[in-house]
């Protein structure tokens, strides 16, 4: 009976542990859906994770990645393109602040108040959260 019990209390600490990471990781992969238009995430063998469109880069291993480095994509503003040379790396702190104002962030970035990126769109809420989600899909 008591080794039973011990079970039903492991399983339900269990379960209570689970709950939480799935709820993120449900809450990140719904807001792909503000990205989506633009953006896909597509591995690269070829596997598509997310689908989206080809308007911006591949999110694909953006956890780490230095800002403007999707190969495939050749139409980075001179400002995401000065950021990367400069040493920007996506982090889930930088990602947050990007997506918060991005014209704002790569101001700050490079010091030049009319510094404008190519990416007209924002999240305010939950953007950890994404990122979370997006690092998950390229391990
Ligand atoms: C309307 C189209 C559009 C939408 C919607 C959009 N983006 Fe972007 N995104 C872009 C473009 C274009 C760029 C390239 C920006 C530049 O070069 O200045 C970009 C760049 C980025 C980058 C930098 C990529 C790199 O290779 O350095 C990240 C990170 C990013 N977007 C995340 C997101 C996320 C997350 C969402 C959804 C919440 C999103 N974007 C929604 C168009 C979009």
Same mark, same amino acid.
């Given at each position: ?32 859906? $503000? %990205?989506?238009? %633009? ?10 994770? $997310? ?21 495939? =994509?050749?139409?980075?503003? $001179? ?13 889930? $702190?930088? =990602? ?12 700050? =970035? ?30």
């Amino acid at each position: 009976m008591r080794q039973m019990a011990r079970i039903v209390v492991t399983a339900v600490l269990g379960l209570l542990l689970l709950v939480p990471a799935q709820g993120a990781q449900a809450a990140g992969q719904e807001l792909w859906r $503000e %990205c989506r238009v %633009c953006h896909m995430v597509t591995a690269p063998d070829g596997t598509v994770l $997310e689908r989206g469109g080809r308007s911006a880069p591949n999110l694909y291993g953006i956890a780490g990645r230095p800002a403007g480095a999707d190969p495939g =994509f050749r139409r980075y503003s $001179e400002a995401m393109q000065a950021a990367g040379r400069d040493g920007l790396v996506w982090t889930r $702190e930088n =990602f947050v602040d990007y997506l918060r104002n991005t014209d704002a962030f790569l101001s700050r =970035f490079s010091g030049d108040p009319d510094t404008r990126g190519h990416m007209n769109a924002s999240l305010g809420e939950g953007a950890g959260a994404l990122f979370d989600y997006l690092e998950s899909l390229s391990r």
